[in-house]
């Protein structure tokens, strides 16, 4: 249930778009259709009573200064290993084969088969003028180190992909929330009125939890994720189903004459005008949708910049993700998030055994991408205003699950943010000599929420909505912005 | 320094004469001066730690501010009433603008002022005032604070973000002055009715809707035409739209109550119960499946579905449906379905269990504190719209409902176990009935034989060797002991444990002759296999690393439940569920040294849980002789075999009365071996093969839903900020939301304190119950309720609309028995339902959402009605009543782990929607983005999006051109072929009217433009049914295909 006024509930009146916005008709109703906040408009409301009206609440214009406009979250389903990938431990290849228990207190493991220390298999150099250190595992996007700063001390509440999952997505552990991208484009709108405001691009691994991970939970149905798929329908239902063109303009035509027909029978009835101009934008995304993932435009340099030319098939597909993630951007879509390919025989990044062989299949497929498409985004003069943010749910154990595995660890892990607004070559928070826990300056999930929602431009305690008797927020009562690594 | 403006406000005449740039007419003329203004500012003062010279500066520099109401009536709509009335008036922006601060929440509060109770507001505060002076109102501080323009002084605090606007202002003062009268929260006052309504000849649902049109000046639309009103009808009560018979007969029914008929004929229509079944689903968050990672089947969900259709097709009472849901377990009346040999109220104690299930939480208690948080909040909502789980980490922020109460509750729902149920086996019962009865004769004849026939003498005492009586490890503690005949304060539940072990149960050979009695054990076969039971411990705390139980069995399980978590396996917790195969007793140990510290308890079962559905074969039986906690070793547990000299007497009545010992049966059975007892009954082979053939006979195989059984009675602490690690030193008693004045019966009961719990909500003196529901009805029936948040009545609910209204539904819903269908119907006779939905011009103006209801609401159809219209249209609809769910539809953008193996077809195989399969984690497209809710909290009220991917389902998935396609082929099938009458077919079935001239001539034109276009492309095969498909499908994406009137 919900008990908040909002564009998507209740379309603007003819009456309130023409008299308080000066513009047609047909232009505004298509701005509320993905969730786009026009504050102009938004408190008109005329004629409801007051003790009716007296909760609703709008959400909030951004309050501050917006750094970002789009934010492309690249999601490292089901845990980078921190001491393997930013977060060297040297202790590790001393105290290798060593029982970690006689060392530190050991938490209870998800699967509980505590193994000896296990020290990386990969070693660390310095990169960039910053000497920002990187294993072998991300050649390609340590030479984008000046442009990242990197978080050595997140903490996660879960060891378990599921909950920990909805947590980095929602906010919180438990099914049925609002994802972040949700929250941010409830409260900042589309750019683009011909495409939705948050993409998932499914790059073949949905993580644990489902699409619920991309919901809107008790927000408008409006701001779930759309999922694009690479293929000839990138979007469900986008194609025309009727298999000559022109048919559907008929239809299309005859549908309008019906329903104005109808209109002017029942008087005003903004419900149903708003359902007609609906009709418009989707025949607009009929192409506006499969046009994105149309490549033929893109220069050969910038394929092969991307790894499109990759003899790896899962390094082509994530390339595929990553310059459909930058087209999007550039058509102004608020959220993008790409999820993992699904490379042979590695269940994600979840290497509970086979580390080595692991990490290297996804490490492959995902580092050409990412700094082709940080590089791209730079060239183009896109990186300013777009933040790109890498993440896992959650870490990894120092010791060894079995022999040549690493179980999940919620206690420290590393994750890191480029572009719009973030002070590259920075290094924040550190872990023990082992890389098990954080001892200095612990950011949380909330956090993490709170700063990007900053660098957009919200303050994270301001974006309520009311569900249930509670103004909830993507932060929960939590969260602080990570103002070290901001520019 | 900065300047500071002290801003007192006058009366408004005051200001007038003061100050005469703001002209203005008040109908105040009470002229009102601080009498002690100085007193005042320097304690508003204080209360912000004003400095010192700031107050001096201040004082010295007060300038007073006047200003008016500017253009009296027209900023403030509607004008304020003579009469300010609290809870309408003023509650609403105490809530808003104040609570936050000073509300019900201690840990929020500031300045130690509350403005939540009437004490709170009127107290004297520190300096000698009160916040609020009803006796003397102008030395009321909160009239000072509001009205300050010091950022320092001013409330709501600038920080605070919120703000009083000046009609907010201006009716506190007027409240104030008029004696500032206090209410309790509209919502907990008990439901009135209205004596004015008595005198009302008609409806008395008009004569309120009448009363509000004339107060608001309104006029109201005539009635909807007759296709109009049976499109509308046929939609609310069941959910699809009329078939073009009801539409004709009822056109042609020219009698009076023409209306009324028809009305009738779809309340008594068995897709009544279809429709009323998927609005309660919306609250209870049902789903097949537990959704989180693998999304695990929620056995037998579909029969807690089918439950809901047939209670509201049968209009079971709203109370008795109340009472099946929290305690249909427990209900000393079970409500049974004699027809379909079920017992329909234990399905109902499936509300419990459609919460999600999580895997292998590493934390476990937190997972139970979540899932009893969801079970709070679902039940809160559902019964009394309240947001109880508000209070689980503070005292509710505007409702009175503290923390005490959450935790009160939250004891009910701790001490309420996850169980399979059996589903079908009511049949059984009867057989069972009658194996206990052969039973309890054998016994009987034997013992009474044995008494008359005992060759010894009476007193005969033989001495017995003492033996097993080993020591008990001081680390070790006994769980559970079955070798006396009771079950040693486990729990049997079901049918096949008995009420006791098998101590004393004779055994017979081939020949039917006793060859001794049983030892004392636990046994699920005891009157047969094929009969379902558990055996359940009390709770305890694990202080060992192990748990074991000696126990023998077939295909069957031992689990070790802990902190009521239910989905046992890997990783963590797949050694809590250990399967028992051998007929041998043997010691099962369970390692649960990572749990030491929590709470825990075993449970035995005749069966195995596959991926947590339970099954039971019916060959399966478990047997169990103990059950212990150690360390280090095993041990046994010491038999109470008295060494002494026993009578022999006393251990044959000890049998006979179910009594005996351990000494009494080693004695008989001692007897027996020596002869002394004779072991041959010549009476006992009919009894014997009758049991021998009862026990064949249970050859069903019985089907499981995940219900729930009772629990240990537990009283939890207080979670402090709700965090599960930091407990209350006091566990709170279990209770009733204290703010809800009911009987309040004694919760203090050995088991969870559900019937009670449901007794409480059901209290007829407990109006919210049946204010809640008829107010879900409205909002079911009009598109919003009277209020309109349906799931919240606290204080940051709406108000209602209709507060009169409201009450004369709910007193009269407990007069007519809590009929469902009865309150339907009184609202569906009224005029305000059969209004048409086409407003007059002043109500358009000027009540532009309609909340006086001038005319009847427009809204779109649910998801569900939007496909099943489809369905019926075509002619593809399947009407079959209930059943097993028919495989969701997987299309190629659904993927993610638990992704069903083989897809449903496209189509549903033609079902109504509420029979698709619900996986939470591969929901419905088509019906999510028409915004059926997800599952995990009550949605009463689902909100009404208008998004593009609606339309580029209707317009392009394959389902939508599919049904086009069979409508077309149907039509052409038929020996219609009048292009008139070809549409006007179409259109009464898509739309429930006849077409209009320009309508077919629309028609034509477009079927000409298409034959055209597809014969430019050299499409000419089945051209036909080709357009007729388009032409269908075009309907179909017609709002007034999707849109009731």
């Known amino acids: ?487 | 320094m900065k300047k500071v403006f002290l801003a007192i406000r006058f009366d408004r005449t005051t200001a007038m004469q003061k100050s005469s740039v703001i002209n203005c007419k008040s109908n105040h003329n009470q002229l009102k001066i601080f009498s002690n203004l100085k007193e005042i500012l320097l304690m508003s003062m204080r209360t912000k730690f004003v400095p010192y010279q700031k107050t001096i500066l201040v004082l010295s520099a007060i300038i007073l501010i006047a200003y008016g109401f500017m253009s009296c009536g027209q900023k403030f709509s509607p004008a304020i009433a003579d009469k300010v009335d609290f809870n309408y008036d003023i509650r609403p922006i105490l809530v808003q603008k104040c609570y936050l601060c000073h509300g019900p929440d201690p840990g929020s509060r500031k300045g130690n002022l509350r403005l939540d109770t009437y004490e709170g507001a009127t107290a004297v505060l520190k300096d000698g005032l009160k916040a609020i002076n009803p006796e003397h109102g102008e030395k009321s501080l909160v009239l000072v604070r509001i009205n300050h323009k010091d950022p320092d002084i001013m409330m709501p605090t600038p920080e605070s973000n919120l703000k009083l606007t000046e009609r907010e202002i201006a009716l506190i003062e007027k409240w104030i002055d008029q004696g500032a009268e206090w209410k309790p929260h509209w919502a907990l006052i008990p439901a009135k009715e209205s004596q004015a309504v008595k005198e009302f000849k008609g409806n008395p649902i008009d004569y309120f809707i009448n009363q509000k049109l004339a107060e608001n000046d309104l006029k109201s639309s005539a009635e909807a035409d007759k296709n109009s009103l049976i499109r509308r009808v046929s939609y609310v009560l069941t959910g699809l739209p009329p078939d073009p018979n009801s539409i004709n007969k009822f056109i042609a029914d020219n009698s009076a109550n023409a209306y009324e008929k028809m009305v009738d004929q779809y309340l008594q229509a068995p897709q009544f119960g279809e429709r009323w079944a998927r609005h309660w689903m919306d609250l209870v968050r049902y789903a097949e499946t537990k959704g989180h990672e693998f999304d695990y089947t929620i056995s037998g969900a579909w029969r807690y579905r089918d439950y809901l259709i047939r209670a509201f097709n049968n209009d079971v009472p709203y109370d008795q449906l109340i009472q099946e849901q929290l305690a249909g377990d427990l209900l000393q009346k079970p409500r049974i379905n004699e027809s379909e040999k079920i017992n329909e109220s234990q399905i109902g104690t499936m509300f419990y269990t459609m919460a999600e299930g999580t895997h292998s939480p590493v934390d476990v208690r937190k997972d139970e504190a979540d899932r009893i948080d969801n079970m709070i909040d679902v039940t809160g909502k559902a019964f009394q719209a309240l947001t109880i789980s508000c209070a689980r980490c503070h005292d509710h922020k505007f409702d009175p409902i503290s923390t005490k109460d959450y935790y009160s509750f939250y004891g009910v729902m701790e001490g309420t176990r996850f169980a399979p149920i059996p589903a079908n086996v009511l049949e059984a019962s009867n057989k069972v009935r009658e194996l206990q009865s052969i039973n309890d004769t054998i016994r009987k004849e034997i013992v009474t034989n044995w008494m008359k026939n005992y060759s010894g003498n009476a007193s005969t005492k033989i001495t017995l060797a003492s033996s097993n009586n080993i020591e008990k490890p001081t680390d070790g503690i006994l769980l559970g002991d079955f070798s006396k005949t009771d079950f040693d304060g486990w729990k049997s539940d079901g049918l096949a444990f008995t009420n006791g072990t098998t101590l004393g149960d004779p055994v017979f050979n081939a020949q039917h002759k006793i060859v001794g009695l049983q030892e004392g054990r636990a046994s699920s076969r005891r009157l047969s296999t094929g009969i379902f039971g558990a055996l359940r411990s009390p709770d305890f705390v694990i202080n060992n690393n192990f748990i074991g139980v000696n126990a023998a069995g077939k295909k069957a399980s031992i689990r070790v439940v802990i902190d009521n978590f239910q989905l046992i396996q890997w990783p963590i917790y797949g050694g809590m569920d250990q399967h028992v195969d051998t007929s041998k007793f043997i010691n099962i140990v369970f390692d649960v040294t990572q749990w030491k510290g929590h709470k825990a308890y075993i449970e035995l079962l005749p069966g195995i849980y596959e991926t947590h559905v339970f099954k039971m074969s019916n060959d399966a039986y478990i047997e169990a002789k103990y059950a212990i906690g150690f360390d280090k070793e095993w041990f046994e547990p010491a038999l109470e075999l008295q060494p002494t000299a026993v009578d022999a007497t006393q251990a044959l009545y000890a049998v006979a009365e179910q009594k005996a010992s351990f000494t009494d049966l080693k004695l008989i059975n001692t007897l027996l071996r020596s002869k002394r007892l004779s072991s041959q009954f010549s009476n006992m082979q009919p009894l014997l093969e009758r049991k021998t053939a009862l026990q064949q006979s249970f050859t069903d195989s019985i089907e499981f839903l995940n219900g729930v059984s009772d629990g240990c009675g537990t009283n939890s602490p207080v979670f402090i900020r709700g965090n599960h690690k930091e407990l209350s030193k006091d566990p709170v008693q279990r209770s009733f939301i204290s703010a809800i004045k009911v009987a309040n019966p004694n919760f203090n009961v050995k088991g969870s304190g559900r019937l009670q719990l449901a007794a409480s909500i059901t209290d007829p003196k407990n109006t919210l119950t049946s204010r809640v529901m008829v107010n879900r009805i409205w909002h079911h029936l009009f598109g919003r309720g009277i209020v309109e948040t349906v799931d919240n009545f606290g204080m940051q609910g709406k108000l209602p609309s209709h507060p009169e209204l409201l009450d004369h539904l709910a007193i009269q819903f407990q007069k007519d028995r809590y009929s469902i269908k009865k309150t339907i119907r009184s609202i569906l006779l009224s005029n305000a339902f059969k209004r048409s939905a086409v407003p007059v011009e002043k109500a358009a103006k000027e009540d532009p959402s309609n909340i006086w209801l001038s005319h009847y609401p427009i809204r779109r159809l649910e998801a569900e009605a939007i496909r099943d219209a489809m369905l019926a249209a075509s002619g593809k609809l399947d009407k079959t009543l209930y059943g097993i769910p028919v495989l969701a539809y997987i299309d190629s953008f659904m993927n993610g782990r638990g992704k069903p193996a083989v897809s449903g077809p496209l189509d549903g195989k033609g079902r109504r929607s509420l029979y698709l399969e619900v996986r939470r984690n591969f929901l419905n497209p088509m019906l999510t983005t028409f915004d059926r809710p997800m599952p995990f909290s009550a949605f009463g009220k689902r909100t009404v999006t208008n998004v593009p991917s609606q339309s580029l389902i209707l317009l392009n998935d394959p389902f939508v051109f599919q049904e086009a396609e069979f409508m077309a082929k149907q039509l052409l099938a038929k020996k219609i072929t009048a292009l008139d009458a070809r549409i006007r077919w179409v259109y009464q079935r898509s739309l429930g009217r006849n077409p209009q001239p320009d309508e077919i001539a629309d028609a034509d034109l477009l079927m000409n433009q298409l034959k055209k276009t597809y014969a430019s492309k050299g499409v000419k095969e089945n051209i036909e049914l080709i357009i007729w498909k388009d032409y269908i499908h075009s309907v179909f994406n017609l709002k007034e295909f999707i849109y009731l009137n």
């Open chain 1, 1 to 487: 249930m919900t008990e908040q006024k909002h564009p998507i509930y209740k379309p603007f009146s003819r009456r309130e778009m023409l008299g308080a916005c000066k513009c047609g008709f047909g232009s505004m109703a298509f701005a509320s259709l993905f969730g786009s906040i026009l504050p102009s408009c938004s408190g008109a409301s005329s004629g409801q009573t007051d003790f009716m009206n007296h909760l609703s609440n709008g959400p909030k214009a951004p309050g501050l200064i917006p750094k970002a406009k789009s934010i492309i979250f690249l999601y490292m389903d089901g845990g980078v290993s921190q001491v393997d990938s930013f977060d060297p431990k040297p202790r590790l290849e001393k105290e290798n084969g060593e029982d970690p228990t006689s060392k530190f207190k050991v938490d209870a493991t998800q699967f509980g088969n505590v193994g000896k220390i296990l020290k990386s298999p990969w070693t660390f150099k310095k990169y960039g003028e910053s000497g920002m250190e990187v294993s072998e595992l991300f050649p390609h996007i340590a030479t984008c180190v000046d442009d990242m700063a990197l978080v050595r001390s997140m903490v996660s509440n879960f060891p378990e992909h599921t909950n920990a999952n909805y947590f980095l997505h929602t906010g919180s552990g438990l099914q049925g929330r609002p994802s972040m991208g949700a929250w941010m484009n409830y409260g900042l709108g589309s750019e683009n009125n011909n495409l939705p405001g948050y993409v998932l691009l499914d790059g073949g691994l949905i993580p644990p939890g489902g699409l619920d991970n991309f919901k809107n939970g008790f927000l408008p149905a409006a701001f779930q994720a759309s999922i694009l798929r690479p293929g000839a329908t990138p979007l469900a239902n986008v194609r025309p189903i009727d298999s000559i063109a022109g048919i559907q303009d008929e239809k299309l035509a005859f549908m309008k004459r019906r329903d104005q027909n109808l209109l002017s029978k029942l008087g005003p009835a903004d419900e149903i005008e708003s359902a007609i101009s609906n009709y418009e934008l989707a025949y607009k995304m009929q192409s506006s949708i499969p046009e994105l993932t149309e490549f033929s435009a893109e220069s050969e340099a910038t394929k092969k910049l991307y790894g499109l030319d990759s003899a790896d098939p899962f390094t082509r597909s994530y390339a595929a993700q990553c310059l459909l993630a930058r087209r999007l951007v550039e058509r102004g879509v608020r959220f993008i998030e790409l999820t993992c390919p699904q490379t042979n025989g590695s269940d994600r990044w979840d290497q509970h055994a086979n580390l080595k062989i692991g990490h290297e299949n996804n490490a492959r497929a995902v580092d050409q991408p990412i700094a082709g498409l940080l590089k791209d985004l730079k060239l183009r003069g896109l990186l300013d205003e777009t933040l790109v943010v890498w993440s896992g749910e959650f870490g990894r154990t120092p010791f060894a699950q079995g022999n040549d595995g690493r179980d999940h660890n919620p206690s420290a892990f590393s994750m890191w943010m480029a572009g719009a607004g973030v002070k590259g070559g920075t290094v924040f928070g550190t872990t023990d000599e082992y890389g098990y826990r954080v001892v200095d300056n612990p950011v949380t999930i909330h956090d993490l929420h709170a700063t990007m929602l900053h660098l957009l431009g919200i303050d994270h305690k301001q974006l309520t909505f009311r569900f249930g008797g509670r103004d909830f927020r993507l932060t929960d009562v939590h969260g602080n912005v990570v103002k070290d690594i901001l520019a």
